[in-house]
């Protein structure tokens, strides 16, 4: 049960739009004539908000499907009910009551452009104009096989997602930590928090990579030029550094 | 790019529009308005795109021209189907005697400046999505699915994340969306990645509030100024409902682009929008036709796992317990029964998944 409870108050979040809802079924429920509307949107949206909170529910929901549980409360139509009921409460007060309870359901929620994951997008493609430029760089020429290249880990979810010609040593499966990795010791390398040139030559070599991209911030003990590596481009944050002991498909 | 506008509008506008007149044509003649049938066109070419889809990704790892133009032609099928079937409707309701033209709606200015605000805010989110890039880590699969998709002519063959080879996982291929963003990029030439997270959401955020316009019409009848506050609302909440990561409106706003996204806002609507319309009015009262919404939640059931394979027992539970509450409340088993015809496929699809 508490567990459930921690899933409907994560899923509330910062806002008040659950508490808001409960009060709009309350409202509906004692001011709804019309005995349809009343099933619909009061009746069975209380029964399926009871029914979340059972914990035989959640024990047969995670049969089916683990960890997304919090998918229960979509069935709700809170945005609907809120908007329903609040639309009916203003009743003839329209200009006011709009204004109001707009600043009411404003200030209740959270304002979604704003927030860690948000940025002012850079191209059409939403992805880093950096990241494009170092992509341009390495990817092959038209016709030519694919290339493999390992980019540091804060760029790896962005590269396919502009160019499928580029393969990866590593991606995002190898950063989430509760997903069932297999070892990559070339991502090991590039996690730790000084990069060891020798290593990272070694293990780029062993994955077949044509590229490494190195992060300018990122410490790196030891010099890549010595360990069969030569500098082949850079942007404003990365190097970008062509092995040579992997040969192109096309020189083999 | 006007080529890519073209291609967008008719794929995305035109072609779904006249599919949704195939379903409106057994609605009442006065609910035929372009946002019902515009969504009901939409729900029946993504449960088409999934039935054809599922197949060819499970028998041709590389058949993805082979979906493109089997999609294509039987979109334009239902398209023709559709016109040819609402135009011997209508022709037939003329014969009878039924008014041809609707009276001209008159809007008081105090109605035209909410309908402006409705405008508005729907534009806000549009621009925004255009305008604001959201990291979205899944996009590392969807979006390059789509792409590989695209780029190799493969389905589901391809580690997106590596861009190793790997066998089909079917629990991801049930659910076939990104292959239908590689689709529109195809027949538009516009890049997979782009149609993600530049175009395709202005289609689908006015398709979620056409949604929302469509329930409110039921809601509010005949009370025209109260359509536009209560889509004033909706917009409000949407706007600034990312309170949590959880919430259908963080879905749309931060991965429009996203199964996910479209089963939390668009088709639990959609199922909610035709229980409105079948289940919301007297139907002891009015003998009315209600064929097009029955045909629409039987699509929406065949087009749940298109958004994600999460879906099909989402949709089934919501279908299935509204069902079974209204049937013991009102005391007539043939609501369970009849709304438990429409998960037919829910049911296939569900067994599927349990027994990959």
Known sequence: MTEIVEIYKAYNGTGYYCLMFIAALLYLWFT??????????????????????????????????????????????????????????????????????????????????????????????????????????????????????????????????????????????????????????????????????DELAIQATEYNCHYCIIDKEKELEGDLSGEGFELFGETEHFLVYRNKSVPFAEDI | MVTSIIALTVILIAIPYCIGLLPAAFIEPERRIPTIVYVMGFIFSIAIFELITVPVIVVKGDGFPLVVGLYLGVECFFAAAGLIVYNFKAHRLKAQGAPVKKEKREYTKDEMILWIFVAAL????????????????????????????????????????????????????????????????????????VVAHSVIGLFLIPLVYFVYYNCGLLLFGREKKSLPIFLIFVNVLYIFGNVSIYTSATFLVTRTWQGKSM??????????????????????????????????????????????????????????????????????????????????????????????
């Open chain 1, 32 to 197: 709804e004539e019309d005995k349809h509307l009343r099933l619909l949107l009061v009746i069975v949206p209380t029964v399926i908000q009871a029914l979340f909170f059972i914990p035989y529910f959640y024990m047969a929901y995670n049969m089916l499907d683990e960890g997304t549980y919090y998918r229960i409360l979509w069935l709700l139509p809170m945005t609907l009910v809120i908007a329903y009921s609040a639309t009916r409460a203003i009743g003839t007060h329209t200009r006011v009551g709009v204004a109001a309870v707009a600043v009411i359901l404003a200030i209740s929620g959270t304002y979604s452009y704003v927030g860690a994951t948000f940025s002012v997008a850079e191209n059409a493609y939403h992805l880093p104009d950096e990241l494009i430029e170092l992509c341009d760089m390495v990817r092959p020429e038209e016709g030519k096989e694919r290339i493999w290249a390992a980019f540091p880990p804060k760029l790896v979810h962005y590269v396919r997602q502009y160019t499928s010609e580029i393969m990866m040593p590593f991606g995002r499966d190898s950063m989430v930590d509760t997903w069932k990795r297999l070892d990559n010791p070339l991502y090991d390398e590039y996690m730790r928090p000084v990069m060891r040139a």
């Open chain 2, 263 to 356: 089963l939390a806002n668009l088709v639990i609507m959609s199922v909610i929008w035709l229980l409105l319309a079948i289940y919301g009015v007297d139907r002891e009262e009015e003998d009315r036709p209600e064929l097009g919404y029955w045909i629409t939640l039987f699509m929406i059931s065949i087009g749940a796992a298109f958004c994600s394979t999460s879906s099909v027992f989402l949709i089934a539970m919501l279908i299935g317990m509204y069902g079974l509450i209204m049937a013991i409340v009102k005391k007539d088993v043939q609501i369970a029964l009849r709304l438990m015809i429409t998960c037919v496929p829910l049911v296939a699809y569900g067994a599927m998944y349990l027994l990959i």
């Open chain 2, 122 to 193: 729907v534009l806000f989110q549009m621009i925004m999505y255009v305008c604001m890039a959201s990291f979205d880590g899944d996009d590392a699969y969807y979006v390059v699915e789509a792409l590989l998709s695209n780029e190799t002519d493969t389905l589901y063959r391809i580690k997106p994340y590596t861009g190793l080879t790997t066998g089909m996982d079917l629990r991801h291929a049930l659910a076939s969306e990104p292959i239908w963003i590689a689709f529109i990029a195809r027949v538009t030439g516009i890049h997979s990645t």
